[in-house]
């Protein structure tokens, strides 16, 4: 008898990034998401086995608590440069202004250790079916299965913090 | 900036450092889409080369501190390019209409009516530190009419204690200019003398206070005890006191609120309208232990 798939989706991602999407993408979210919060809670047998605990969403919201107030915080780092390319990109394409553009960068260069928090975004699968895409597995920290959504609204999923 | 980068134009610099950063930060940070992809050239590699130079790094030191090494030196790059020559108060101005502004950026302007915050027993001190670490804050982010005088800021500090009598939150109000704000009103809400067991949000906290100390207000011919952003039809008005009016106080007792609305000639625009009976608040202040001027 085939399983049932998981009635959520699992997706860690720091508070700033919540903000500008929120603010400069009409609520709009792209994320990579697992069906598993924490592999290491499930058996050997399944899809968590080839998910790496670091790069889990459980993995990844204790590695960035722990790196929060540390500016030499690689994950945080890489955060910042992420934000700032996804704003290049945006001006670029006419979607944001010049003016938004210098607000967003002047935000990721100013703002306190407290915006740079992890959040974990709990998302509603049934919600978002269709629009699931597989992540490319050469571009995935492991084998276990993780999905990219482009477009995650903001009534599609809860925010927590643990 | 890197001279390779002051080599081409500003959108094509822009392009390079964001194709870069694809290269060096993981999939799963940025956003991969083909939109966004770029013709990865010559300029690519000498940005890179540069970048390496500066940094001091062999060009086949991939390690992840080399790596750390760059990403941070390419977000560096971006920051200079986009914000080099920019006033930055124009920025603060922009992000503080918006109520995006980082809390300790904004500018305090505390006022001649502080006095009267301070007679209930609050210290500037508190109320800084409300605003620079609040553990709550509602930006009000109004459209017309109110835009330009309807961007309040409501800040929200806890302070815990295991006695029970001794808890209380700080809520301080206060109008949005640009990055600089005018602290408007202050209150003490103790839990045990205001039921905020409904409150959800720090507008929710000032309308159960008001519901405990607020006085009746009637504008138009609406009544209330808080006005938020109302658009009230105008009666036939004969004296302008009759446009908002406070309901007399108890003999003796002061009050203290806020009263900003507009006559636009058929309507009565309210900001904010709300009057407290300071009287009757600072004596269950006191009960407290506050220090209030009675």
């Known amino acids: ?162 | 900036m890197l001279n390779t980068l002051k080599e081409i134009g500003y959108n094509d610099a822009l392009g390079v450092l964001s194709e870069l950063t694809r290269t060096f930060v993981p999939q799963s940070v940025v956003e991969d889409k083909e939109i966004f992809a770029r013709a990865v050239d010559f300029r690519h590699e000498n940005v890179l080369t540069e970048i390496r130079a500066s940094l001091d790094l062999a060009p086949n030191d991939n390690s992840d501190e080399a790596r750390d090494k760059i990403i941070n030196f390419i977000s560096d790059q971006i920051s200079q390019i986009v914000l080099g020559g920019v006033d930055e108060k124009v920025v603060k101005t922009r992000l503080g209409n918006k109520g995006a502004l980082r809390p300790d950026l904004y500018e305090i302007d505390y006022g001649p009516e502080f006095k009267n915050i301070q007679d209930r027993g609050i210290r500037r001190e508190h109320v800084g530190q409300a605003l620079n670490y609040p553990d709550d804050v509602e930006h009000v982010l109004p459209e017309q009419p109110f835009e330009k005088n309807g961007s309040y800021s409501l800040y929200v500090k806890h302070r815990i204690d295991p006695d029970p009598y001794k808890c209380f939150t700080l809520l301080v109000i206060s109008s949005r200019n640009g990055y600089k704000q005018s602290v408007m009103d202050a209150m003490r809400i103790y839990p045990t003398d205001v039921d905020i067991s409904s409150a959800r949000n720090p507008l929710d906290l000032l309308r159960a206070f008001l519901g405990k100390y607020g006085q009746q207000i009637t504008v138009g011919k609406q009544t209330s005890k808080f006005f938020f952003l109302a658009i009230i039809e105008k009666p036939v008005v004969i004296q302008e006191y009759e446009l908002l009016h406070i309901a007399a106080f108890p003999e003796g007792h002061k009050g203290y609120g806020l009263m900003q609305f507009r006559d636009t000639g058929p309507t009565i625009e309210v900001a904010m309208a709300y009057a407290t009976n300071d009287t009757i608040y600072r004596k269950d202040l006191k009960k407290h232990g506050v220090q209030v001027k009675l």
Not at chain 1, 60 to 85: C, F, M, V
Request: hydrophobic share 35%; charged share 25%.
């Open chain 1, 1 to 162: 008898m085939p399983s049932t798939p998981p009635l959520f989706l699992y997706s860690t991602n720091v508070f700033m990034k919540f903000l500008i999407q929120e603010r400069y993408q009409k609520g709009k979210h792209y994320v990579w998401c697992s069906e598993y919060f924490d592999p290491t809670k499930h058996g050997s047998y399944g899809g968590a086995y080839g998910i790496p605990a670091s790069s889990s969403p459980a993995g990844l919201y204790l590695r960035y608590k722990q790196d929060r107030g540390d500016t030499h915080s690689y994950l945080i780092n890489e955060q910042k440069a992420g934000i700032k390319k996804r704003a290049i990109d945006w001006f670029q394409e006419g979607q944001i202004t010049q003016a938004d553009l210098e607000d967003i960068i002047f935000m990721v260069d100013k703002n306190r250790e407290d915006d740079w928090r992890p959040v974990i975004y709990v998302i509603h699968r049934g919600l978002v079916e269709p629009r699931l895409k597989q992540a490319p597995a050469k571009k995935s920290a492991g084998t276990g299965l993780e999905y990219i959504i482009e477009d995650l609204a903001r009534h599609e999923f809860d925010m927590i913090e643990v």
